[in-house]
Nanobody, 124 residues
Framework: RLVESGGDLVQSGGSLRVSCTAS????????IIWFRQAPGKEREEISC????????YYADSVKGRFTLSRDNAGNAVYLQMNSLKPEDTAVYHC???????????????????WGHGTQVTVSS
């Protein structure tokens, strides 16, 4: 299973790093997508990193503030979030489609398995 961790309450302008690890399998063959879900809002895919870590993609809403990286030896993917805003408040999930690349159809990243998420709350 995928397990997210690192969510917390931070002040606006602050930073936080959330992690995605796997239990029972290794992540190194798979692209990892991060999406977030806030109450009353549509799910938003915000970033994707391919299996090697050589390609990363970001939604406009987080570009320049968030950085996705991976440590395949450590079986983890990290989402570094800087300059956080109250509108970044959401439950953050990591996900995969069990393929090495980030696949997009009609502007949406494709995935079919995800973890329970970690809560990120940004206070104003």
């Amino acid at each position: 299973r995928l397990v997210e961790s690192g969510g917390d309450l931070v002040q606006s302008g602050g930073s936080l790093r959330v992690s995605c690890t796997a239990s029972g399998f290794t992540l190194d063959n798979f692209a990892i997508i991060w999406f977030r879900q806030a109450p009353g809002k549509e799910r938003e895919e915000i970033s994707c990193i391919n299996s090697s870590g050589g390609l990363t993609y970001y939604a406009d809403s987080v570009k320049g503030r968030f950085t996705l990286s991976r440590d395949n030896a450590g079986n983890a993917v990290y989402l570094q979030m800087n300059s956080l805003k109250p509108e970044d408040t959401a439950v953050y999930h990591c996900a995969t489609e069990w393929s090495p690349g980030c696949r997009i159809i009609d502007g949406r990243y494709q995935y079919n398995y995800w973890g329970h998420g970690t809560q990120v709350t940004v206070s104003s």
